[in-house]
């Protein structure tokens, strides 16, 4: 399975980014896609996650500014970002698993989110 994400910049603080990330190859489903992030000097956290019936769960640091969301069959997640703060500055990952394929665990390549005025 490869993950390609997209959509990362640089944006001001207070502004939107939007993230996509497109599932390919040998896809299994039911799946859970997600997004995590990595800020310099931290451990990867998680962002938010969305199961293949639609249930999310989200970082209480993201709740009310992240939306997360599944298109193109579900295979593709993305990450909509609004009130964005320089906290969130950070290398986010996509990720897809399922719980009953331990080894059915892909990271997409990372893109780069920078909030700074």
């Known amino acids: 399975v490869q993950l390609q994400a997209s959509g990362g910049g640089l944006v001001q603080p207070g502004g939107s980014l939007r993230l996509s990330c497109a599932a390919s190859g040998s896809i299994v489903s039911p799946n859970v896609m997600g997004w995590y992030r990595q800020a310099p000097g931290k451990q990867r956290e998680l962002v938010a996650t969305m199961t293949w019936s639609g249930r999310t769960n989200y970082a209480d640091s993201v709740k009310g500014r992240f939306t997360i969301s599944r298109t193109n069959g579900k295979n593709t997640v993305n990450l909509e970002m609004t009130s964005l703060k320089p906290e969130d500055t950070a290398v986010y990952y996509c990720?897809?698993?399922?719980?009953?394929?331990?080894?059915?665990?892909?990271w997409g390549q990372g893109t780069l989110v920078t909030v700074s005025s």
């Open positions: 990720n897809t698993k399922t719980d009953y394929m331990r080894d059915y665990d892909y």
